[in-house]
């Protein structure tokens, strides 16, 4: 054969396959309408069905493993009261705040004037005496700590 009767034939070919595939595409998309006149000669019956009732069930943990069998929940600790233990108050020595002796543009150097036990002491922020601390203060007032406890003295 010649080369030229080779194309016709190879194109005569493709042409007949993709007339086959688009006869089914276009024939897919447009089915044929059932015949209906034997459908309608029957009478529909409607029948409801009855449900039955479920049956219920309730999903408890899984506490132990049941390969390895081991606890995958800890048990809880049963809870222990503590009984209320009534703490001692701190009984205070008698403390009076005097003022102030130190100029109030230099915090850091202030000097109070604290009266601890009928004595008199010039302390600054941060000096301990007779186990009182002296932990801040200001012209007003000053806040001491003794055995742990905060107490603010005015004047």
Do not use: C
């Not at 049963?78 to 230099?106: E, L």
């Not at 009928?118 to 001491?144: F, H, T």
Request: charged residues 25%; proline residues 5%.
């Amino acid at each position: 054969m010649k080369k030229r009767t080779k194309t016709y034939v190879l194109l005569s070919i493709v042409i007949v396959v993709w007339a086959i595939i688009g006869y089914k595409v276009i024939s897919a998309l447009n089915p044929d309408e059932p015949n209906n006149q034997h459908i309608k000669n029957f009478k529909t019956v409607f029948n409801p069905t009855t449900q039955e009732e479920r049956d219920t069930f309730s999903v408890q943990p899984v506490r132990k493993d049941p390969f390895l069998g081991t606890l995958l929940i800890k048990p809880e600790p049963k809870k222990i009261t503590k009984s209320t233990v009534n703490a001692k108050k701190v009984q205070w020595p008698t403390v009076n705040y005097q003022g102030i002796v130190s100029k109030m543009s230099s915090k850091r150097d202030q000097v109070y004037i604290v009266t601890i036990n009928q004595v008199q002491y010039l302390a600054k922020k941060g000096q301990i005496i007779d186990s009182i601390k002296v932990v801040n203060g200001n012209e007003n007032q000053v806040v001491l700590r003794y055995k742990n406890e905060l107490k603010t003295i005015s004047l």
